[in-house]
Every structure is written in C-alpha cells, then in structure tokens.
C-alpha cells in the first residue's frame, strides 16, 4: 500500500499516460473523450460526473463565426441544457440517447475532413 500511495503522490495523483494522451490530443479527440465520459457517467446514472461534462460542453461552445456558427452553438446550448435538465430529473435514458447521437454526428462530420 505504501508504493501504491508514493507512486500516487509523485504523480500528482494524475495518470501519466492519460495525461499524455490529452496533452496531445486534437480538439477532435477532445471533444469526442468529453462526450465518452458523459455517455458513460450517463449509463453509470452519475449525476454530478455526467452534468460536470455537460458543463465542459457547454464551455466549448463557441458564438463567433457568423450567424450560422451562433445558430448552431445556440442549439447545442439548449440541447445541453436539456440533458442537465434531464439528469437533475434522473432520466438518464434520455441524456445517453442524445448524447450518444451527438456523437456520432460529430464523429461523422470528422471522419469528412
């Protein structure tokens, strides 16, 4: 137990290969690790862990770009919203549909760059 708790504590209690992984990562690949988190705290009907990505989200939501990029972004934020909403109210079905579905969409568009 004790170099289990060093090895935690020289860490930072970070996992160096995770790290790593999103040092690197494209906003892409960001995007996508967000929603994975969220669609499993979703399954897991972990509320708080599901809304703080949610919350992430919602952050990385941008306005500017014209009215097509506000437009879309808006949308996004009520859809968010909803699925805070949702979970606040332990419809967690609801959240994972969606989220699940936004997804992939994304990753669809991705996968045409």
């Known amino acids: 137990m004790y170099s289990s708790a060093r090895t935690y504590q020289n860490n930072g ?8 992984e999103i040092l690197e990562a494209s906003p892409e690949q960001l995007l ?6 969220a669609i499993v705290n979703a399954q897991k009907k972990d509320m708080a862990k599901t809304n703080s990505a949610l919350q992430e989200l919602i952050n990385a939501l941008r306005y500017d770009g014209g009215e097509e ?18 979970t606040r109210k332990g419809n967690f079905d609801v ?13 669809q568009i991705f996968k045409k760059k």
Not at 13 to 20: A, D, F, P, S, W
Not at 73 to 85: D, I, V
Not at 97 to 103: C, G, K, P, S
Request: aromatic letters at 16%.
């Open 13 to 20: 209690g970070v996992n160096q290969y995770l790290m790593k």
């Open 32 to 37: 996508m690790k967000v929603y994975d988190y």
């Open 69 to 86: 990029v506000k437009e879309f972004s808006l949308g996004l934020l009520k859809l968010y919203n909803f699925c805070k909403e949702q």
């Open 95 to 107: 959240v994972h549909e969606i989220l699940t579905e936004l997804r992939n969409s994304w990753l």
